[in-house]
């Protein structure tokens, strides 16, 4: 089990509950259809985190729960019909929020020399709020911003390996594959030529997400952990849609580009057994 449930709490049932605060450095890319750099944000997310994991000798289960917001930096290029006014260079700030709740189950594995690791499976699901704020061009042109939510499950298989353990400190690495499942983005064109709202499947990809925790006993069943992680999103290009206004279809059409996430964070948690 975890390094709570092996050197504390023995053969016993115990229900674990963890609370802390988190940073997130996001970085998010979007590509054309030659690979070239479409538009791209970064920036650092504050944050918390919450979880419960209930611990049995055979085996455990968690749920957990992280929230990012803030806003980040926002360079792309402008979309429009009117040649002299596409593809022109564009900065803007965009207001982000990011939650995150996973599900999983796992057990311990002894080798026969008495060393514990830990494998696991469960299930995700991720919301990420992008409201691209309007702006301005340097030649003076207003760009109109744009509402988007991506959504999908996501399917959860690791493990943890212990790397060095003594009665106060345990380091581990903690490994898990990621594929998306049932990802969607719902997009809100904010006004901008009254295009309806549309509702795009995203190309499902795997990810993965390595941790490093470093747990710290402070007392007989209170621990504080320290756990900087790297997680990578890849999202293929969705379908494509005919925009609308009022149902009625135009001569235009909207699609959702190839992405890449790749996003740095640190969560500092204090967890109490119970």
Do not use: C
């Not at 494509?240 to 001569?251: E, S």
């Amino acid at each position: 089990m975890s390094f709570i449930a092996t050197k504390i709490i023995a053969a016993e049932n115990v229900l674990e509950l963890k609370a802390g605060v988190a940073l997130l450095k996001f970085g998010y890319q979007e590509f054309t259809t030659d690979n070239s750099i479409l538009d791209e944000e970064s920036g650092m997310l504050p944050g918390i985190m919450l979880a419960a994991t209930y611990h049995q000798p055979a085996w455990y289960s968690e749920m957990s729960f992280s929230y990012h917001q803030a806003k980040v930096d926002y360079s792309g290029h402008t979309r429009s019909d009117i040649a002299a006014q596409n593809n022109l260079l564009v900065s803007s700030r965009s207001d982000t929020a990011i939650a995150d709740t996973t599900l999983i189950f796992g057990k311990p594995v002894w080798t026969q020399f008495q060393n514990r690791y830990e494998i696991y499976g469960g299930l995700g699901y991720y919301r990420w709020r992008r409201y691209i704020l309007s702006s301005v061009t340097d030649a003076g042109l207003r760009v109109a911003g744009k509402l988007e939510f991506y959504s999908w499950f996501y399917a959860i298989a690791g493990i943890k390996v212990p790397l060095h353990e003594t009665h106060s400190r345990s380091f581990n690495v903690d490994f898990r594959l990621t594929r998306m499942l049932q990802a969607t983005l719902e997009v809100d064109h904010l006004g901008y030529k009254n295009w309806d709202k549309q509702t795009l499947d995203l190309g499902e990809k795997w990810g993965y997400q390595l941790r490093l925790p470093w747990h710290m006993i402070l007392e007989s069943k209170a621990v504080v952990t320290f756990e900087p992680y790297f997680t990578v999103w890849n999202i293929g290009r969705s379908n494509t849609l005919i925009n609308t206004v009022g149902g009625v279809p135009t001569n235009t059409a909207s699609t959702e580009p190839r992405s890449e996430t790749r996003n740095f964070g640190l969560f500092v948690y204090y967890h109490y057994s119970i």
